[in-house]
């Protein structure tokens, strides 16, 4: 049993310490985002040269339809209204699949741009991806591009039931 136990916490310290090295590769505030283009629900692209000239709420969240990941759309859904007035655009990004974004998106009425990054590249590409070989997830890190499409502030520790918020009051902060 104790051996059970040490290997546990051996495993979660690992899972630490691999997504504090990871956090070392993520773009850093004032730095270019890294250019994407990948498809929606509707298996349209969307690049971030789309985006130039507003500002741009880019979150990665790890799966479609889970509690966490549900109430951080819905949240930026809720938002969406404060986020537009303050001219930023919101689009979410995860390695789940265009068809399950489409049923995702239309059960939770979400009226933002959900991207399909399947081979996590792009994840990869803002250090948003956790990958254990067979399996990819996208971290729940979100960054906030200026009109410029220059990093303007990471998250990288999000509490979903009030990121959007957070991110409302930033932008004010930042436009001021």
Request: net charge positive.
């Amino acid at each position: 049993m104790i051996k059970i136990i040490a290997a546990l916490i051996i495993m979660g310290l690992a899972l630490v310490a691999f997504r504090f090295a990871n956090a070392a590769s993520t773009p850093k505030a004032g730095s270019a985002a890294p250019t994407f283009t990948l498809p929606d629900a509707k298996k349209q692209n969307h690049s971030l040269s789309d985006y130039s000239g507003q500002w741009l709420v880019l979150y990665f969240y790890p799966k479609d339809d889970t509690p966490g990941c549900t109430k951080e759309a819905c949240s930026f859904r809720d938002d969406l209204f404060q986020l537009e007035k303050l001219g930023a655009k919101v689009v979410g990004i995860s390695v789940d699949d265009s068809d399950s974004h489409a049923k995702f998106a239309e059960k939770y009425s979400l009226p933002f741009p959900l991207l399909s990054d399947a081979d996590g590249k792009v994840a990869d590409s803002y250090g948003a991806l956790t990958n254990l070989g067979i399996i990819k997830i996208a971290k729940r890190y979100t960054f906030l591009v200026d009109p410029k499409g220059n990093i303007a502030k990471t998250y990288l520790s999000v509490d979903t039931s009030r990121h959007s918020q957070e991110i409302i009051d930033d932008l004010k902060k930042l436009k001021q």
